[in-house]
């Protein structure tokens, strides 16, 4: 292309090419700032090693702990690495300084990596007194052993207390929540006492509840707090007295609210038109309650059920506060007379070994119950 007399084109280019020719200047300076960033960052990890390694053979080093800023300063490294790359790439920069963005984005990820080492093994190292102190509290295999039969004896009765507390609250849920969906005005009074019900013992605290059942109920005359008054016998080597009789009875005012409700939410996902058609065919009310709507409903609350188990498993240590024998309290009678918490985490341990296999179940049952949806949809 020629050019004219007055020069036009020439005064174009010229700040074109000056334009283009600074920006990869600027690009190449900024490529060369996060490598030697990254370096650095690189460099100050290893000589904060080096440094503890002497600190670890006898010398006196104060300051070594001041290297653990290699992780923030790693992670700027990695930002300003990242933003020099995207730079470098979009205007499709030399490949030197491409190569050059790239290799500082790498040591940056590998600064990262070696502080994070760094900092974790010098927190163990600086604190590896505490940890010893810690692992003889809780950890503690003498103290876990010895008490481990009398903890295991405790948590039988944690055991029966769920499996009877498990079968009332099934049965009594099931009578409030069909309280609640019976029909009519001549029912009001029963619906309003079964939101009343599951109002007040979703909101009470649990241990509130039991404290007020185990310990209210025998001040009463109640008739029936009166004739298990002098209950005392043992099954399995489990005694069955009126502490057991009224943890259960606690536990299944508590669980059974929130269990009516998942079986309320149950009954309400199952449609309408199964209702309707089974009046259709001539069934009354409670034969379409029983035999329609309530077995749909029962199988999609099983994954929610299962839930309100776990933690009515957990709460059975609740009863600790009524004086039961049970593992919590056993666990924590030696505990205190021995000044170790090993005995505490021997019964956690128990409790694990029945609620995270419940738990894979849940997890199970919820997965079977997706894929199910999906193959009908």
Same mark, same amino acid.
């Given at each position: ?12 280019a !010229? ?17 060369l700032?996060?490598?030697? $960033?990254?370096i650095s960052?690189?460099?100050l990890? *290893?000589l904060g090693?080096i440094?503890?390694?002497?600190a670890?053979l006898?010398?006196e ?16 490294a $990695?930002?300003? =690495?990242?933003?020099a790359?995207?730079?470098?790439v979009?205007?499709? !920069? %030399? ?5 050059? @963005?790239r290799?500082?984005?790498r040591?940056?990820? &590998?600064g990262? &990596?070696?502080a994070?080492?760094?900092?974790f093994v010098?927190l #163990? ?7 010893v102190?810690v692992a003889n &509290?809780?950890f ?5 052993s010895s008490?481990f039969p ?9 055991i ?6 498990e079968?009332c609250?099934l049965?009594?849920?099931l009578v409030? *929540?069909v ?6 005005? =001549?029912a009001a009074?029963?619906?309003w006492?079964a939101?009343?019900?599951?109002d007040?013992?979703r909101?009470l605290p649990?241990?509130v509840?039991?404290y007020?059942?185990v310990?209210g $109920? %025998?001040?009463?005359d109640? %008739?029936?707090i009166s004739?298990?008054e002098?209950v005392?016998f043992v #099954? ?12 259960v009875?606690a536990?299944?005012? #508590? ?10 939410s ?8 199964? @209702? ?5 065919? !001539? ?10 709507v309530?077995p749909?409903?029962?199988r999609?609350?099983? %994954?929610?059920?299962?839930?309100d188990?776990i933690?009515l498993?957990k ?17 924590r009678?030696y505990?205190?007379n021995?000044?170790?918490l ?16 419940? &738990?894979?179940l849940?997890?199970y049952? #919820? ?5 199910r949806?999906q193959?009908?949809?």
């Amino acid at each position: 292309m020629t050019t004219g007399v007055d020069g036009g084109p020439g005064r174009e280019a !010229g700040p074109l090419n000056h334009g283009i020719k600074e920006r990869s200047n600027q690009d190449r300076a900024r490529s060369l700032r996060a490598h030697g $960033l990254s370096i650095s960052v690189v460099a100050l990890v *290893v000589l904060g090693t080096i440094f503890s390694i002497f600190a670890a053979l006898g010398s006196e080093f104060n300051f070594i702990g001041w290297f653990c800023l290699a992780l923030p300063l790693g992670m700027l490294a $990695l930002i300003y =690495a990242r933003r020099a790359e995207e730079r470098v790439v979009d205007v499709d !920069g %030399p490949a030197a300084d491409e190569q050059r @963005s790239r290799q500082a984005r790498r040591l940056a990820v &590998t600064g990262i &990596t070696l502080a994070s080492i760094y900092t974790f093994v010098l927190l #163990v190292w600086s604190s590896w007194s505490g940890f010893v102190d810690v692992a003889n &509290t809780f950890f503690s295999w003498e103290n876990i052993s010895s008490s481990f039969p009398l903890v295991l004896e405790g948590f039988k009765l944690n055991i029966a207390v769920f499996i009877v507390a498990e079968f009332c609250v099934l049965i009594w849920a099931l009578v409030i *929540v069909v309280m609640r969906q019976l029909p009519g005005r =001549a029912a009001a009074p029963l619906r309003w006492l079964a939101i009343i019900y599951v109002d007040v013992f979703r909101g009470l605290p649990a241990i509130v509840t039991i404290y007020l059942v185990v310990f209210g $109920l %025998p001040l009463t005359d109640l %008739p029936i707090i009166s004739d298990i008054e002098n209950v005392n016998f043992v #099954v399995w080597g489990i005694q069955i007295d009126q502490l057991f009789i009224l943890g259960v009875i606690a536990l299944t005012l #508590v669980y059974g609210a929130y269990v009516a409700e998942v079986y309320r939410s149950g009954i309400e996902s199952v449609h309408w038109s199964q @209702s309707a058609a089974a009046r259709g065919l !001539g069934l009354s009310e409670g034969q379409t309650l029983r035999h329609v709507v309530m077995p749909q409903a029962v199988r999609r609350v099983i %994954p929610p059920l299962m839930n309100d188990f776990i933690g009515l498993q957990k709460d059975t240590a609740l009863l600790n506060v009524a004086g039961v024998l049970e593992g919590f309290n056993v666990a924590r009678i030696y505990a205190g007379n021995n000044f170790n918490l090993s005995s505490v985490m021997g019964l956690g341990i128990c409790f694990l070994v029945i609620t995270i296999p419940m &738990t894979r179940l849940t997890d199970y049952l #919820v997965k079977r119950d997706q894929n199910r949806m999906q193959a009908n949809s």
